[in-house]
């Protein structure tokens, strides 16, 4: 079946970094973008970054010149480098893969939660 496994989450101060990942297993992962969403208490989810199988990349604003997604396709693996990491930035992060041509065939990770807090 369809796996995806979010790592690297944590407690961060202010202005530090943090490396997520995810492991997608049971997909053609060339065939799919790979997101990374957000979702803060009270908050709906949002898109924070994506990437397509070419490499093209997008962004929410908020995030523009501090986040950098990536994706190996060799090791079916997202990652997504947050630096200079906000209060604001705290949220539970979710991997997303959504298929290419077929856009019905979403699969969501279990979630990992960032804390930015001093």
């Known amino acids: 079946q369809v796996q995806l496994v979010e790592s690297g989450g944590g407690l961060v101060q202010p202005g530090g970094s943090l490396r997520l990942s995810c492991a997608a297993s049971g997909i053609i992962f060339s065939s799919y973008v790979m997101g990374w969403y957000r979702q803060a208490p009270g908050k709906q989810r949002e898109l924070v970054a994506a990437v397509h199988s070419d490499g093209i990349t997008n962004y929410v604003d908020s995030v523009k010149g501090r986040f950098t997604i990536s994706r190996d396709n060799a090791k079916n693996t997202v990652y997504l480098q947050m630096n200079s990491l906000k209060p604001e930035d705290t949220a539970v992060y979710y991997c997303?893969?959504?298929?290419?041509?077929?856009?019905?065939?979403?699969?969501w990770g279990q979630g990992t939660q960032v804390t930015v807090s001093s």
């Open positions: 997303n893969a959504r298929h290419t041509v077929f856009p019905a065939y979403v699969y």
